[in-house]
């Protein structure tokens, strides 16, 4: 299946290092070749990067980790096909808009038997479960509020039953950020790890990289990373609780 990245903090934050051990990921250190693709909030607006070549050999992904973009929500996704031919219209992450603002969706897993009917205020583009289910996801909850953005603990909740919906048709990890917070859903694998004062040194699983933190943040700063799988040998990662919905702001996971 494929493997997901996200990052929440509470200043903004470039993700070059996790994201140089993530795409290693998408063809050198795993098998995942289907694709990969970035967003990183900016405000109300968002860049999205996205290509159908394998991250480890794709130019675009080379200027990605290069390039410090500054965000406090980033999803990222690796693709190993399952539903939907290789393409762009395939390609993770998925964006809309909904309640005057966008958000930003990437899943890892397989939904099967997965028809849900939609009334034609989201569709998707492509032919994978995953947009699929985002549009599914987006309508639900424009069904559910009418009246607009509900806040985001009453958000959590809604996730959570929406998920367990779902997931009698397989495997819905997922990632779900409207720039504020970040939510993510743990069907099988997702470990987080909060970076935070005092800082120490981090060296990726899949690339011979190590980075002191110490020279790179301030005290104040703190970041939660969320992965598939750990991205570093030298920390503890945390893994998230099965089959729930957890929510991060400000670098930090929120009490359920």
């Not at 934050?13 to 289907?34: E, K, N, P, Y």
């Not at 997931?167 to 099988?188: A, D």
């Not at 005092?198 to 699983?205: E, G, M, S, T």
């Amino acid at each position: 299946m494929c493997e997901l990245l996200g990052m929440n903090c509470n200043i903004p934050t470039d993700i070059c290092f996790s994201f140089t051990g993530f795409q290693a990921r998408g063809g050198a250190t795993d098998v995942h070749r289907d694709g990969w693709g970035i967003a990183f909030f900016e405000g109300r607006g968002v860049r999205v990067f996205l290509d159908p070549q394998p991250s480890s050999e794709s130019p675009v992904a080379e200027l990605v980790r290069h390039y410090p973009i500054r965000s406090t929500n980033v999803v990222a996704h690796i693709r190993k096909a399952t539903h939907g031919s290789v393409g762009l219209e395939n390609t993770h992450p998925f964006m809309r808009e909904l309640w005057g603002r966008y958000w930003i969706f990437a899943h890892n897993g397989r939904l099967d038997a997965y028809a849900p009917a939609l009334d034609g205020g989201f569709l998707p583009v492509g032919q994978t479960d995953s947009e699929l289910a985002f549009c599914h996801l987006l309508q639900t909850l424009r069904q559910r509020f009418p009246q607009g953005e509900p806040g985001r603990f009453t958000l959590c909740a809604a996730l959570q039953e929406h998920a367990e919906e779902v997931g009698p048709h397989g495997p819905f990890n997922f990632m779900l950020s409207n720039g504020n917070c970040l939510f993510v859903h743990r069907s099988t694998e997702l470990h987080y790890i909060v970076r935070q004062a005092p800082f120490a040194v981090a060296h990726l699983k899949d690339q011979d990289v190590a980075v002191d933190f110490n020279e790179l943040t301030s005290p104040d700063d703190r970041v939660a990373l969320i992965a598939t799988l750990p991205l570093t040998d030298n920390e503890t990662w945390t893994p998230l609780p099965l089959h729930t919905v957890t929510m991060f702001v400000d670098g930090e996971r929120q009490p359920a």
